[in-house]
């Protein structure tokens, strides 16, 4: 029992200087989720003409047809329903559930959700640059931004959606105001 005792006290002693602390972008896995203010996103840009080429380089044409509304995957320009019969029955009006580029509340989770999730299988692949020129590319085509504007960290959690404030009550939106702290809650219809 001393014996043991001992062992236990000496694994509490010195450190040896051997290793060092982890650095944040140790800690931070390279598909982590980005929140809706862009905290996290790492160094890069990229443009919606850079995004053009590699829409076709990387073969996200393959999946999402050659301008984004064709193809056996989830229609990336346009609103819901955009034309895939069989896709748009399959998944309520299109777009994978609703959640079409253009319903997404804040473009960083458009950027998440490119590289965290694609290209399918191969999740990963994509640099940061590539994955912010993806980025502005789907957001031009949808008529957010202009095809010379640059996404950065700075910039594109600045983007303004069209659904910001459509799913939940967001600063800006008109009902915000008369919430406060301690109301009940509404009884459901």
Same mark, same amino acid.
């Given at each position: 029992?001393?014996?043991?005792?001992?062992?236990?006290?000496?694994?509490?002693? %010195?450190?040896?200087e051997?290793? =060092? %602390?982890? !650095?944040?972008?140790? $800690?931070?896995?390279?598909?982590?989720? &980005?929140?809706?203010?862009?905290?996290?996103?790492?160094?890069?840009?990229?443009? @919606? @003409? *850079?995004?053009? $080429?590699?829409?076709?380089?990387?073969? #996200?044409?393959? #999946?999402?047809?050659? !301008?984004?509304?064709?193809?056996?995957?989830?229609?990336?320009?346009?609103?819901?329903g955009?034309?895939?019969?069989?896709?748009?029955?399959?998944y309520?009006?299109?777009? /994978?559930?609703? =959640?079409?580029?253009?319903? +997404?509340?804040?473009?960083?989770? &458009?950027?998440? /959700? &490119?590289?965290?999730?694609?290209? $399918?299988?191969?999740?990963?692949?994509?640099?940061?640059?590539?994955?912010?020129?993806? !980025?502005?590319?789907?957001?031009?085509?949808?008529? &957010?931004?202009?095809?010379?504007?640059?996404?950065?960290?700075d910039? $594109?959690?600045?983007?303004?959606?069209?659904?910001?404030?459509? +799913?939940?009550? !967001?600063?800006?939106?008109?009902?915000?105001? *008369?919430?406060?702290?301690?109301?009940p809650?509404?009884?459901?219809?």
């Amino acid at each position: 029992m001393l014996l043991a005792a001992g062992v236990a006290a000496g694994a509490q002693g %010195p450190t040896y200087e051997l290793g =060092r %602390p982890p !650095t944040a972008e140790e $800690l931070r896995p390279p598909g982590a989720a &980005i929140g809706p203010d862009g905290r996290g996103l790492p160094p890069g840009s990229g443009t @919606a @003409a *850079e995004g053009a $080429l590699l829409y076709v380089a990387r073969a #996200c044409s393959a #999946c999402h047809g050659p !301008t984004g509304v064709e193809g056996p995957g989830p229609h990336l320009v346009g609103p819901r329903g955009s034309g895939n019969t069989h896709y748009d029955a399959a998944y309520e009006g299109g777009n /994978w559930q609703g =959640r079409g580029v253009t319903n +997404f509340m804040f473009a960083p989770q &458009i950027w998440s /959700w &490119i590289n965290q999730g694609m290209p $399918l299988n191969q999740q990963g692949f994509l640099t940061a640059d590539e994955v912010y020129s993806l !980025t502005a590319y789907l957001l031009h085509r949808n008529g &957010i931004i202009e095809e010379d504007d640059v996404l950065d960290a700075d910039s $594109l959690p600045r983007v303004r959606m069209p659904a910001r404030g459509t +799913f939940a009550y !967001t600063p800006d939106h008109p009902a915000f105001a *008369e919430w406060t702290p301690g109301m009940p809650r509404r009884r459901a219809r």
